[in-house]
């Protein structure tokens, strides 16, 4: 309504400044009119009166040409009049001529050069003013055969087309008048009528009821949309409080109206082996994907495609490769993508773990790229991205694509669903653009990931890295205030998530108390009562810097003997991509360094090494994280790592220390640890010497702090913020897709 009044308004100036502008153009124009018709008519008269005025005129008889002048003046628009001699001498006039119109002044006009032909003199005729109003002055020359004999003046009243003018402009401003209220009155009307048609659309729309007018319909659509979004967003913001698997829940189905969730990671959270005895067990990896991940999918059900690597996962999956987990509990779908041995040679061995791997952490190991093994990389990646189509009920499904096994998987699945939001998340680190272009198959990896919708990296540093490459390797344009890539036309948002473990952990609800761990785990191992215990707990993998540690302990023995035949470091080592041979290499140098300072320190029973080189399963783990005094994670490179975040979740008794290698993405939430270079031997050893040393209130309020961080930023917050960023970004996707329809709809009607 505001916009009708200020249009209204701006009608109304612009009719004022119109009628002025009409008035000022219709005067002039009928000025010119009347001059010309009075010029006519004064031509008319003399030619009438041309025969009696020559003939008095050549006899000089000027009162006999006064009473013909005085004749012509009897027509009511002939004010006076006058005759001149061709020496412009006055011969006759009538009484009341004007003495400001004088012959000889009007003479000059008339002839235009002294001479006395006929060809010199012209009438002539100006407007000009006297007291009374506007007059016409008219001097029109009098020929006696080729003879001038001189010019009659005459003098036209002028002020009846002055009094019609000003009817003229009455009459315009009033039409303009009437035309600026008419005007006005119908937009306002309109203005009204639309506004309230308006009005009664959105209330209709707010009452859920269908548009009436199908014009409203796509408007009312976007204004729904709007609707909904700035609930749901007030909604988010009303939630707070803690992540929970129920809040995921919630926004899962707020924010993506359920969907179901596909997850595709190379390694399944439920292993079956059968074993020596030829029963069946169920394992979980040591995988802190699978660690993080798990929770989420029984938060949010769905399916997790993985690769089936159990000796007896064919036997336990139905004929399509699936199979209801967790056991006892089910609550979604693991389909497993069956593999050839050279397959996984190629794929898994090669190149993700012999190529990806060393390429993406700085730890000193070289990548191999084998064409062979890229070949077997792009098989299996069309193979997944096949599942995924399998697995999906809609055209525009969510996919969680997980790491670096499947780069090429985001696009194969934007080829065949285009529709879909298809987000990556890549766990572990991503190198600088000049190492990335060791691999010869960059530009593939990159324009692969490209297919998301988003990328998600632990740290900021990763995503910089990786729109670096991009920048540098493929044409595509970077907006770097939304972080994003975008490529005709699409964009991909580069976005840090710190991925994190569920809080509470399940595998701590009912299991023995912190003291029960300790006296159990001591007589394992035994221990004597008062002995100080640190533990390692990883995949063997020469990421994790395991020699690095041990060589730390080592060193925490020469420099403090007070803890030599007392401090044991504990180190679980799950067997890990063994049929590499630099995985088989560390297998046998950490057992050799592990060898050699048991040998230098040990003394009786007492080895300052234990090195249990074996699949743990999550319960054993977090007895070990309980029972002990120190745990020391010294990755040389890693992208986040959850063994430092479960540690901290085992402690509920706010008990231990965490030293922390600053390689991790860990150590930049986890602050309140002792964060070491592990590198540096000397300075990780008065780390754990400290550690050991410890106050109870120190490692109560560093503990604390920690389990307050983790509490807050859980997985639920991980994958909660990961979907809703996913769900704006559909939501901005699908609002686009519907202005393209609109425009090519109005385009071709
Ligand atoms: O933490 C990095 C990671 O690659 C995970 O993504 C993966 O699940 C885990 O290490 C274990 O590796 P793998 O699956 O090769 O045993």
């Known amino acids: 309504m505001r916009q009708a009044i200020r249009f209204v308004v701006g009608l109304v100036l612009g009719l004022a400044l119109l009628t002025w502008i009409t008035s000022v153009l219709v005067q002039r124009t009928t000025r010119n009119w009347f001059e010309r018709d009075t010029s006519l008519r004064a031509l008319l008269v003399v030619s009438g009166a041309r025969q009696a005025l020559s003939s008095h005129w050549r006899e000089g008889q000027s009162r006999e040409l006064r009473s013909i002048l005085t004749e012509i003046t009897r027509d009511e628009r002939i004010m006076a009049a006058s005759a001149c001699n061709a020496d412009s001498s006055l011969l006759a006039s009538t009484a009341d001529f004007p003495p400001k119109f004088s012959c000889r002044e009007l003479a000059k006009h008339v002839r235009s050069s002294p001479d006395a032909s006929i060809e010199s003199w012209s009438a002539w005729h100006q407007p000009d003013s006297l007291p009374g109003g506007s007059v016409l002055v008219s001097a029109i020359p009098v020929l006696d055969g080729e003879q001038p004999l001189g010019f009659v003046v005459l003098v036209h009243d002028l002020s009846y087309a002055e009094r019609r003018e000003a009817r003229t402009r009455q009459f315009v401003l009033i039409a303009f008048g ?51 979004r700035i609930m749901v967003e007030k909604e988010t913001e009303m939630e707070g409080g803690a992540w929970t698997p129920q809040r995921l829940k919630l926004t899962l189905k707020r924010h993506l109206q359920g969907e179901k969730v596909v997850i595709v990671a190379n390694r399944e959270p439920y292993v079956h082996e059968r074993q020596a005895d030829e029963s069946i067990r169920v394992l979980h990896p040591a995988s802190g994907l699978v660690t993080a991940l798990e929770p989420v999918m029984r938060a949010c059900s769905g399916v997790w495609i993985a690769h089936g690597g159990g000796s007896a996962d064919r036997e336990t999956a139905d004929r399509n490769g699936r199979i209801r987990v967790p056991p006892g509990e089910e609550s979604y779908f693991v389909r497993r993508v069956w593999l050839s041995k050279e397959e996984e040679s190629g794929y898994y061995y090669g190149f993700s773990n012999e190529g990806l791997w060393p390429l993406c952490h700085m730890a000193h190991a070289r990548p191999v790229f084998r064409s062979e093994d890229w070949r077997h990389y792009q098989t299996v990646n069309e193979r997944f991205a096949d599942a995924v189509c399998e697995e999906v009920d809609s055209d525009d499904p969510i996919v969680l694509v997980q790491d670096y096994h499947f780069a090429l998987v985001p696009r194969l699945i934007r080829e065949r669903l285009p529709r879909a939001t298809v987000m990556m998340f890549w766990h572990i680190p991503w190198p600088n653009s000049e190492r990335l272009g060791i691999c010869p198959w960059r530009k593939e990896i990159l324009e692969g990931m490209l297919g998301s919708s988003i990328i998600g990296f632990h740290t900021q540093i990763h995503c910089n890295n990786f729109i670096d490459s991009v920048d540098r390797f493929l044409e595509a344009r970077i907006d770097r205030e939304q972080n994003a890539v975008v490529q005709q036309g699409r964009p991909t948002l580069v976005r840090p998530y710190p991925i994190s473990l569920e809080w509470p952990v399940h595998w701590l609800i009912g299991g023995p108390s912190p003291e029960e761990c300790r006296s159990s785990i001591f007589a394992d191992l035994g221990l004597k009562p008062d002995a100080l215990l640190g533990v390692g ?25 007070m803890f030599r035949g007392r ?80 540690f901290v979740a085992a402690r509920d008794d706010e008990r231990g220390v965490l030293v922390l290698s600053q390689f991790t993405g860990a150590a930049r939430e986890l602050t309140e640890a002792l964060v070491v270079n592990p590198y540096d031997i000397e300075e990780a050893s008065s780390a754990l010497a400290t550690a050991l040393n410890m106050s109870r209130e120190e490692q109560r309020e560093r503990m604390r702090s920690m389990r307050a961080f983790l509490a807050e930023f859980n997985v639920y917050r991980w994958a909660g913020r990961m979907l809703v960023d996913a769900a704006r970004l559909r939501r901005r996707e699908r609002l686009t897709g519907r202005l393209a329809e609109h425009l090519v709809e109005s385009t071709s009607s």
């Not at 009528?193 to 659309?201: H, K, Q, V």
């Open 178 to 228: 009437f035309l600026a209220v008419a005007a006005s009155v119908i937009t306002l009307l309109v203005a009204r009528l639309s506004w309230r048609s308006w009005s009664d659309e959105i209330h209709r729309l707010a009452r859920g009821e269908a548009p009436k007018q199908p014009e409203f319909r796509p408007i009312l659509r976007d204004v729904r949309e709007l609707v909904d």
């Open 537 to 561: 707990v990883d995949r063997l993998d020469y990421t994790k810097g395991v020699e690095e540690r041990f060589l730390a302990v080592e060193s925490l023995l020469e420099r403090h003997p």
């Open 567 to 646: 401090f044991t470091f504990v180190q679980l080592a799950a067997p890990s991509r063994t049929l590499i041979e630099r995985y088989r290499q560390l297998n046998e140098s950490v057992e050799q360094v592990a060898a050699r300072i048991n040998e230098r320190f040990g003394q009786g029973t007492y080895r300052p090494i234990i090195l249990l080189r074996s699949h743990h399963e999550p319960p054993t783990v977090f007895r070990y994280y309980r029972a002990a005094d120190v745990c020391y994670v010294s990755s040389l490179h890693d992208g986040m790592n959850l063994v430092a975040k479960e």
